[in-house]
C-alpha cells in the first residue's frame, strides 16, 4: 500500500490550502484516515482524523480553520487549511489503517508534504 500526498506549498498568513492523499495497492477497506504534522524541533502531532463513517476529530489548535474530508471509493483523503498562521508550518503526513485483507491490518504513512506560512 502506497499513501501519495500533495497540496503543500507556501502562503501568507491567512491564505489557504488544500492537501490531498490517495492511497493505492492492495486495499480491502481503510479504517481511519488522518494527517498529522511535524514541525521543526517537534514531535510529530495528530492534526485531523476520519473515520470510514465520517466521523472527525481535530486537534484543538486547528479547529475551526481545518476542515478533513474523505472520499472512500477513492480511497482518499482531504485537509483544507484555512485562516493558516505562522505556527501551522510543518510537514504534513497523512496515515491511514489499511485493512489489506480479511485478516490483515496495518497503518501506513504517506511521504509527507510542506506547509509554509509566511508572517
Known amino acids: 500500500v502506497q499513501l501519495q500526498a500533495s497540496g503543500g506549498g507556501s502562503v501568507q498568513a491567512g491564505g489557504s490550502l488544500r492537501l490531498s492523499c490517495a492511497a493505492s495497492?492492495?486495499?480491502?477497506?481503510?479504517?481511519?484516515m488522518a494527517w498529522y504534522r511535524q514541525a521543526p524541533g517537534k514531535q510529530r502531532e495528530l492534526v485531523a482524523g476520519?473515520?470510514?463513517?465520517?466521523?472527525?476529530n481535530y486537534a484543538d489548535s486547528v479547529k475551526g480553520r481545518f476542515t478533513l474530508s474523505r472520499d472512500n471509493a477513492k480511497n482518499s483523503v482531504y485537509l483544507s487549511l484555512n485562516s493558516l498562521k505562522p505556527e501551522d508550518t510543518a510537514v504534513y503526513y497523512c496515515?491511514?489503517?489499511?485493512?489489506?485483507?480479511?485478516?490483515?491490518?496495518?497503518?501506513?504513512w504517506g511521504q509527507g508534504t510542506l506547509v509554509t506560512v509566511s508572517s
Open positions: 496515515s491511514a489503517l489499511v485493512q489489506t485483507s480479511r485478516i490483515g491490518r496495518s497503518n501506513y
Open positions: 495497492g492492495t486495499i480491502y477497506s481503510i479504517d481511519l
Open positions: 476520519i473515520t470510514s463513517g465520517g466521523s472527525t
